[in-house]
């Protein structure tokens, strides 16, 4: 068991007794019963309070004629995930814009958590990216409805209306084995990557393994990317009208 962070304590020692009463009353057993905040869940709570500041100093530094860092950075990433959402779901993509910009930050951010001494990884906790892919499976689904209406149903039936019956089983297990797929991918390599990092270390544990922390610099950017272009591919599907 991981030695809790100073943070982790903190904030077991606030609202643990209150997060240990509602897990008991979800049915739900922590691994340790006096520690139910996890170190994972500490980073991320510190993960979402810095992009929520970073954002609310773009929004307060927001400047036509002199753009501070802050308002440089932000419009470079709007800009990437605008073009690549007009690449991939077309006309209306900026509606979808917001989700997949802060998954796509969030999951980033996460990633390289892990490169600071003694901070694990979130990514490489199955729980969390769990946690990313049922709220995108609901989000994708729910823009499916709200762009078809109930002619949304008809992507799970298929083209030929006598063999919907058949369709319909393999369409649903398809979607859900989507939850599956984007939870295993990145918890799978962000895993992979810090067991290996961790391992030269322990090896060699000067020159050499800095050549694995660029390479989970390169892991973290790349999951990141596919965690949201993922998104936006199943948007785009989800969307789509029938013509």
Not at 13 to 32: M, R, W
Request: net charge negative.
């Amino acid at each position: 068991m991981q030695e809790p962070l100073a943070l982790t304590r903190l904030l077991n020692h606030l609202f643990g007794g209150v997060i240990a009463s509602l897990l008991h009353l979800l049915g739900i057993h922590p691994v340790d019963p006096a520690l139910p905040i996890t170190n994972e869940f500490a980073i991320e709570l510190v993960v979402v309070a810095g992009l929520v500041t970073f954002f609310a100093i773009v929004r307060a530094t927001l400047s036509v004629d002199k753009p501070g860092p802050a308002q440089q950075i932000a419009e470079m990433i709007y800009e990437f995930t605008g073009s690549l959402g007009d690449q991939i779901i077309g006309h209306g993509s900026e509606k979808y814009q917001a989700y997949v910009t802060i998954i796509f930050l969030f999951v980033l951010t996460n990633n390289l958590a892990g490169l600071i001494p003694g901070i694990p990884t979130p990514t490489a906790s199955a729980v969390v990216p769990l946690g990313l892919a049922i709220p995108t499976f609901l989000y994708y689904n729910f823009q499916g409805f709200r762009a078809n209406g109930p002619g949304y149903v008809k992507q799970f039936l298929g083209p030929i209306w006598w063999m919907s019956w058949l369709l319909l089983p393999i369409e649903t297990v398809s979607h859900l084995a989507r939850i599956m797929s984007l939870t295993i991918r990145l918890y799978a390599n962000m895993f992979a990557s810090d067991m290996l990092t961790l391992g030269f270390f322990s090896l060699i544990p000067l020159g050499v393994p800095s050549v694995f922390l660029g390479l989970h610099v390169f892991v973290s950017i790349i999951q990141a990317f596919i965690f949201m272009l993922l998104s936006m591919i199943y948007l785009s599907l989800a969307t789509a009208h029938e013509h």
